[in-house]
């Protein structure tokens, strides 16, 4: 298991010293990453942060299995309790939305990396997910190693490893019971999908994989080309987007929505024809997904927030989109 240490630390994703948050549940996946961070970076650099959201009646017994082992490594434990509110929405994203918001916080407190343990598993699973609910380019990207201030060391490991890894250092950890039900997508792809795919070829999740690093060597190529065309501008005139070939004209779109709403936005450049039918003359707004409104002013493309409250044509209820970021 020395073997996935040097690994992670020849990434340098950690580092001895470098201050990081890791967002550690219990599971295998980040008791791994909790002991890697540990002894590449040092305890003294490491905290972690457990979020108990009391909807398993295990989740206390959970939160002191994550102080026990945190007293254990000498690293300071962060344990937030947030209280959904009200009922309806989506229990998964309410709960993933609020696990990052809390490490987003702590990590701008201590200036420090966010590190998650999403696994290669973890990675194949997200691609077949995405490519099943969102037909975007971004789909078949999966998830990067470094996304800004978070981190992914354990992308290069499967499952399995990460619990080998556990057990030769004597660490224990705990199962999440909604793992083994079909209620969630992510569930029905662990158990029914990746084995389907195995049985037409046993390369498959490596297929998978590998597809993923081509696509995202040739996205890297084709990023450069749309800043070029913009030019450092955040807004660009009609006439110039209906000259792009279909293809750039969608990147162009969906990369001034992410500028504008601060993140991906899901589903804007689907609408990128829409975006430049819009007329040259006088102020017009269109409304897209993800919160993100097209305004044209005498032939000038510019994209922002929607305002709060405020909806025009092009928009309906249920428009947006979100993706699910994998489980730790």
Do not use: K
């Not at 969102?134 to 190693?145: H, I, Y």
């Not at 992308?155 to 969630?184: I, K, M, V």
């Not at 993100?292 to 927030?305: E, K, N, P, Q």
């Amino acid at each position: 298991m020395s073997e996935l240490a040097d690994v992670v630390r020849a990434q340098g994703l950690l580092a001895d010293g470098r201050p990081v948050v890791v967002m550690y549940s219990g599971g295998r996946d980040s008791t791994c990453l909790l002991d890697l961070a540990a002894r590449i970076a040092g305890p003294p650099t490491v905290s972690a942060l457990h979020v108990n959201y009391g909807l398993r009646a295990s989740a206390d017994a959970d939160e002191r299995h994550c102080a026990a082992l945190c007293q254990r490594l000498g690293i300071a434990l962060d344990v937030r309790r947030p209280v959904r509110p009200g009922e309806g929405g989506n229990l998964q994203a309410w709960a993933r939305d609020e696990r990052y918001r809390a490490a987003a916080d702590l990590a701008v407190a201590r200036d420090a990396d966010v590190a998650v343990g999403h696994t290669r598993s973890d990675q194949v699973e997200t691609i077949l997910y995405r490519l099943a609910s969102s037909p975007s380019r971004r789909a078949v990207l999966g998830m990067p190693a470094r996304d800004g201030a978070l981190v992914r060391p354990l992308l290069g490991f499967t499952r399995e490893q990460t619990g080998a890894y556990c057990t030769a250092q004597g660490w224990s950890w705990r199962d999440d019971p909604t793992n083994d039900t079909d209620a969630y997508a992510r569930n029905r792809i662990r158990r029914e999908l990746v084995p389907a795919l195995e049985r037409v070829h046993p390369a498959a999740q490596d297929n998978v994989l590998a597809l993923a690093e081509i696509l995202r060597a040739e996205a890297a190529v084709l990023d450069e080309l749309v800043a070029a065309t913009l030019d450092g501008r955040e807004q660009i005139t009609l006439d110039r987007l209906r000259e792009l070939p279909p293809a750039l004209r969608r990147l162009v779109v969906q990369r001034l929505a992410d500028a504008a709403a601060g993140r991906p936005a899901a589903g804007v450049a689907r609408r990128a024809e829409e975006v430049a039918a819009m007329p040259t003359h006088g102020t017009s707004a269109l409304d897209l997904p993800s919160g993100v409104r097209a305004t044209a002013r005498d032939g000038v493309l510019t994209l922002a927030r929607t305002p709060e409250g405020g909806r025009r044509r092009g928009q309906a209820d249920g428009d947006e989109t979100t993706g699910g970021a994998a489980p730790t």
